[in-house]
């Protein structure tokens, strides 16, 4: 059973898979755009979409089946499976409203591409920073619009006359939408109007827009940054342990040296402590003892006649 739901991991992580969903999903796309044109092939394309919902059916059998408790770990497999389930739910009776989310199908997309993943998540990163730029910009919006209201509601209603309109035509204006329009209509009765909604123009549309793009690039790059990080402490690892082996290496290569080099100075002292072997009497200086079958010499001889 191990070796089974190991082969099927296999499969599951393979890339060629990865390639076959990602194109069973866009192959559902094309079908969903080209329902709505209805038509005679609209039922045919209903059969090939039911077995398309049959292979993502397929697909969540075997990773969970796979992964086990893993696979709810992570964010994209929850929306995945979520997906699924509503594709699975009958689009008649009290469920007809939920055959519109069959559009979700497609935003599996992102979870198919891990760039798109990667951008997504640098989004969810951004929303802190992010909020607190947008809190800022709306503020200026707001504070803005209760000005314009003051100052040309009264002679450009159509644009200025409550606080509705204001807020609307001030999110026209940070978009440069039709602005001129605007600001033509209150020029005419306010020649110095321009200073204010050049201001506004300036303050909203290109520092607090920027600002807002500002923190989302920030964002990004933190997401690829740390991507590259984990793989940076993937590789040091790799290599930390090779060096920490060749250095084992050394160590007991060292060790056998130094284990020989003590054996060789026993060796020296062993030979060193040893005395020389005593000389016999009979072969001091060298001289070899008297034979008594030598002759003796004159002085002998003549000692001996006396």
């Known amino acids: 059973m191990a070796l089974r739901r190991g082969q099927v991991t296999k499969f599951v992580e393979s890339r060629w898979f990865s390639n076959t969903m990602f194109f069973v999903i866009m192959?559902?796309?094309?079908?969903?755009?080209?329902a709505t044109y209805g038509g005679s092939a609209l039922p045919y394309l209903l059969i090939v979409e039911r077995v398309i919902i049959g292979i993502f059916t397929i697909e969540m059998a075997l990773k969970l089946y796979a992964w086990r408790g893993r696979f709810w770990k992570d964010p994209w497999n929850w929306f995945d499976f979520g997906v699924v389930v509503i594709s699975l739910i009958p689009s008649t009776g009290p469920f007809a409203v939920l055959r519109i989310l069959r559009v979700l199908r497609i935003l599996r997309l992102i979870t198919a591409v891990p760039q798109m993943r990667q951008i997504i998540g640098a989004l969810f990163k951004a929303v802190p920073g992010?909020?607190?730029?947008?809190?800022?910009?709306?503020?200026?919006?707001?504070?803005?619009?209760?000005?314009?209201?003051?100052m040309f509601g009264e002679d450009v209603p159509e644009f200025f006359g409550d606080l509705g309109t204001t807020l609307y035509t001030m999110f026209l204006l940070m978009t440069t939408e039709n602005w001129p329009d605007v600001s033509d209509a209150v020029l005419e009765q306010h020649p110095n109007a321009w200073i204010f909604f050049v201001l506004y123009i300036v303050l909203t549309a290109f520092i607090m827009l920027n600002l807002v793009i500002g923190v989302i690039v920030t964002a990004m790059e933190q997401e690829y940054s740390e991507g590259r990080w984990e793989e940076d402490q993937e590789l040091e690892l790799v290599q930390h342990n090779e060096v920490i082996a060749k250095l084992d290496a050394l160590t007991t290569q060292v060790q056998y040296l130094q284990s020989r080099i003590q054996s060789q100075d026993r060796d020296s002292l062993v030979d060193h402590s040893v005395p020389p072997a005593a000389p016999s009497a009979n072969s001091t200086h060298g001289v070899p003892p008297f034979s008594s079958t030598e002759s003796p010499g004159p002085e002998t001889e003549s000692r001996e006649v006396d």
Do not use: D, K, P
């Open 27 to 34: 192959v559902n796309a094309v079908i969903l755009g080209w």
């Open 130 to 150: 992010m909020g607190t730029v947008i809190g800022l910009l709306l503020i200026v919006i707001y504070v803005s619009a209760i000005l314009g209201q003051q």
